[in-house]
């Protein structure tokens, strides 16, 4: 019996939130991830889909994002603009108070900073596995590489994120400007993707992950 295959179009349904996320925190700018992730389900359509195995569907996805973000950060030298958009981690705050939200943004802003600042292969198994609860088993499986070395890398990653993240509280905190608590927060925190993982009608998957992009219309291209 062959093992059970997932189509394209199923994987990029249920999925497509999950690779703009992990793009996002792979420091791909806000307005080239729809993109980006139009090129990882082109890849996994000329794969034929992802064929049921030891790595999760999710973990394959992430091995095609990260070369993919690799590729797109190269492409992307110049000034950046990826912390204008929204964090897709805003939508978890929905129903706090502006002030609260500030505090949750500045968070996030330093958790990001963080991330920019490790190694990139440490960085890609700490995301995958801390902030999206991927097995380093199936990391490993879908990366080619030893499942021991997966672990020491995520050894390795949470040390090197502590001493980052240790530095960074340490620096002086920006004060927010007058106007800081007003539309922009507040809307980002009441934006909620559909079931399905799907955002508004015609948006990306930027859009559904809570990253703001300057996107309009969308429609995969696979």
């Known amino acids: 019996m062959s093992p059970a295959r997932i189509s394209t179009e199923e994987l990029f349904r249920q999925h497509a939130p999950f690779v703009a996320r992990l793009l996002h925190r792979l420091g791909v700018p806000a307005r080239e991830i729809d993109d980006v992730v139009q090129q990882v389900f082109v890849v996994v359509h000329k794969n034929g889909g992802y064929v049921q ?44 108070d502006p002030v609260s939200l500030l505090e949750v943004r500045h968070e996030l802003t330093q958790l990001q900073a963080a991330l920019e600042q490790m190694d990139p292969k440490l960085r890609v198994v700490l995301v995958l596995t801390e902030l999206e609860g991927e097995s380093c088993v199936s990391i490993a499986a879908s990366q080619g590489i030893a499942v021991g070395t997966v672990y020491w890398r995520a050894h390795q990653a949470r040390k090197q994120f502590r001493k980052i993240a240790v ?56």
């Open 53 to 96: 195995g030891p790595a999760t569907p999710t973990s394959y996805l992430g091995a095609i994002a990260v070369k993919a973000a690799s590729s797109a950060r190269r492409r992307d030298s110049t000034q950046r603009s990826r912390h204008a958009g929204y964090s897709p981690d805003l939508l978890a705050a929905a129903g706090r």
């Open 167 to 222: 530095r960074l509280a340490q620096e002086p905190r920006p004060r927010p400007s007058p106007g800081a608590g007003g539309a922009g927060p507040a809307a980002a925190a009441g934006m909620k993707p559909q079931a399905g993982g799907r955002g508004p009608r015609g948006a990306g998957p930027a859009a559904s992950a809570g990253i703001k992009s300057e996107s309009g219309s969308y429609e995969p291209r696979f």
